[in-house]
């Protein structure tokens, strides 16, 4: 029987204890899921248990023989893999060579046997039913299949320790389903399970144990079965999720109709008609594919509209281009925050100020004006709670949390007078998710429409004063806050067909 034992574990950085004496132990034939807000510990303690790190105390033993990595490559040799969220993987070379990576099969004449490796390869892929080709480049598979490679590695490297770190924030429900699957036929092995999520419905459906860290610190470890969401919510933060929506200070004072949508198709929406006022939290809910991101991506001049007309403060509004939408008070926050929101390679000050370069930092003689940029930066920092050292600092290297921060940060300084969040907590903490559900409601109460995307029924329901359900690229029905429930919504959500 495997087993992994953490005593004592701590992890200091320059000003900030990351992890603080964590002690427990895991075994064989277990999932166990790691639950806290961002900065808890959890990616620490991985990255220790990985070789990333080392810990400035306390000791790991596997299989009760003390260990300490100094290298990801000597915590491999170990038997221990961690499938990141950003997934390692070489695009220009083909599955097989990245599974293979470090270790690729030779010949009889020294020469690399490609033919055994993707014979190898392609084993495992049909063990885990998949469909892919060991041959394939890695560049042209979704993120889904790219994922799979990472899992594979694992299996060839016959890992008895694997970790997910929140594995599913850019996942289809079927490929979520499916990535489950493989982590149940894992388990069958008696590999010892690691799973990151924030999401309260994976945890339960993947997961025996739930081990919860804050501040850095184990805070409890108990039988997904015998804990409720409010309590496991309490434990993260201090207080259940629906204490955090009624906590929340509210606009009662929603103004005048600002847009209008009247019979709006696109190539992926039909007759979509609604409006949305000053001051409203107006929410688009509605299953996976419904339509509701293809609804936003049209009014902000992504998608082509082929029929329908809009008007904002009463005018005609004709979509032509985001710049266009910008320039009439529209702003989106994306969905997809790696790929479309943030600039990785830039600063927090950059992915702030880059909204309003033209229009408030350039000189007369086209220069950046750096004191304007910082003061602007400085502002959002402040107002929106963006934990960073400095402005300096590379988003990147932020939280998920305070990344979305930061893309709020930039569109508002465009001072909308719409502002569009698609599944803006998406991959984020609990608490995060309270700061940001506290910026949503400044934001209405300014006077801004703010339109919500999200799959998370307690949000939509928490926030919004009224609800466009979605379905099959339609609106199936518009609820007051009166009206709001999980069953309501999901009853004109569901397709019936």
């Known amino acids: 029987m495997a087993s992994i034992e953490f005593r004592n ?61 100094s290298t990801p490559k000597e915590a491999i040799a170990e ?74 590695k694992a299996i060839v490297r016959d890992s008895n320790i694997i970790a997910f770190d929140e594995p599913t924030a850019s ?27 924030h999401r309260m419905n994976e945890i339960r459906k993947i997961a025996e144990k739930v081990i919860i860290f804050k501040d850095g610190k184990l805070v409890d470890l108990v039988d997904t079965d015998n804990v409720t969401d409010d309590q496991l919510i309490s434990l993260m933060v201090g207080r259940p999720l629906g204490k955090i929506f009624e906590e929340l200070d509210r606009n009662d004072k929603i103004g005048e109709t600002i847009i209008k949508v009247e019979n709006l198709t696109t190539s992926y929406v039909n007759n979509i008609s ?37 008007w904002i403060d009463g005018k005609e509004y004709i979509p032509r281009s985001p710049a266009y939408a910008i320039e009439n008070g529209i702003a989106l926050v994306p969905e ?27 000189t007369k003689i086209k220069f950046i004006d750096e ?47 719409i502002l569009i969040l698609d599944e803006p907590t998406k991959g984020i903490d609990v608490g995060a998710k309270s700061d940001f559900y506290k910026l949503i409601c400044d934001c209405a109460k300014k006077g801004i429409l703010v339109i919500l995307i999200s799959s998370e029924l307690s949000e939509i329901i928490g926030l919004c004063d009224r609800v466009m359900v979605v379905r099959e690229g339609q609106i199936s029905k518009e609820l007051d806050r009166s009206e709001l429930s999980e069953e309501t919504i999901l009853k004109y959500a569901m397709v019936t067909k």
């Open 371 to 417: 004191d304007a940029e910082k003061e602007i930066a400085a502002k959002s920092i402040k107002a929106l709670n963006i934990r960073t050292p400095d402005d300096e600092k590379l988003i990147s290297q932020l939280s998920g949390g305070n990344q979305q921060k930061t893309i709020l940060g930039r569109w508002l300084e465009t001072e909308p007078e």
């Open 9 to 69: 574990i701590s992890k200091t950085f320059p000003g900030v204890k990351a992890l603080d004496n964590i002690s427990f132990k895991a075994e064989s034939g277990k999932v166990y899921a790691f639950l806290g807000e961002n900065g808890a510990g959890k990616s620490t303690l991985l990255k220790i248990m990985n070789g990333d790190y080392q810990p400035t105390s306390g000791e790991m033993f596997i299989n009760g023989e003390k260990k300490s990595f």
């Open 171 to 197: 996942l289809s429900d079927d490929e979520i389903d499916n990535l489950f699957e493989i982590i149940k036929s894992l388990q069958k092995q008696n590999k010892i399970i690691f799973y990151v999520s």
């Open 79 to 152: 038997g221990i893999s961690v499938i990141y969220q950003e997934r390692q993987v070489v695009k220009e070379m083909t599955v097989a060579e990245n599974v293979f990576l470090g270790s690729w099969t030779k010949g009889k004449l020294g020469l690399v046997d490609f033919a055994e490796m993707n014979a190898k390869t392609a084993e495992i892929i049909s063990s885990l039913h998949m469909n892919i080709e060991p041959d394939r480049k890695v560049s042209t598979l979704s993120i889904a299949e790219q994922q799979l490679v990472e899992i594979i």
């Open 336 to 362: 997809d925050r790696k790929d479309q929101g943030i600039l990785p390679n830039i600063s927090v000050r950059g992915n702030i100020s880059i909204s309003v370069l033209k229009k408030k930092l350039l």
């Open 274 to 310: 609604f409006e949305g006022r000053r001051g409203e939290i107006l929410g688009f809910a509605g299953l996976v594919g419904a339509g509701r991101t293809e609804i936003m991506k049209a009014i902000f001049g992504l998608d082509r509209v082929k029929e329908g007309k809009i």
